[in-house]
C-alpha cells in the first residue's frame, strides 16, 4: 500500500482493499476464536483478557485496577467490577500494596493461573496456525507500491 502523506489522499488499488478486508477478516476470526475459547472456559472474553492482563505483567510488577481499567480501555469502575466478578469466582485477588497503602494490586490465585495457562495454550496454538496468514499481510503491507 501507499505511504500516507500528510494532507493527502492515498490512492488505493482494489488489491490494497483485499489485502484490508483479509487482514480484518483474519483479526476478527480470532477474536471469534477467542470469544468462543473463553466462554467454554467458563469466561467472557473480557475475563480473559483481564487474567492475561495481570499474568502478562513481569512477576516483579503488580497490575493496579488503574493499570487493568487503562490496559482494556475500560473507565476504573468497570473494571472494579470486572475484578469483583472474577474475585467471586476465586481467580483473582486483590491486595494492598507494600509500596502505597492506598493501592490495591492484583494477582492471579492458583486456579486463575491454571484457568489462564489452558486458555493461553489455545490461543497460542491459533496465533501459530493464523499466524503466517498475518506474517504475509504485514509483508505486502511493507513492500512499496506498484
Known sequence: MAKA???KTQQ?????FVRLASFRRALRRFLHFSEEVARRGGLSAQQYQALLAVRG???????????LARHLLIKHNSAVGLVDRLAQEKLIVRETSSADRRKVELRLTPR???VLA???AMHRAELQRVG???GRFFAELSRPPR
Do not use: F, Q, W
Open 118 to 120: 489452558k486458555l493461553a
Open 12 to 16: 488505493l488499488t482494489t488489491a490494497d
Open 5 to 7: 502523506r500528510p494532507g
Open 57 to 67: 505483567n513481569p512477576d516483579h510488577e503488580r497490575v493496579t485496577i488503574n493499570d
Open 132 to 134: 503466517p496468514l498475518l
Open 112 to 114: 486463575g493461573r491454571e
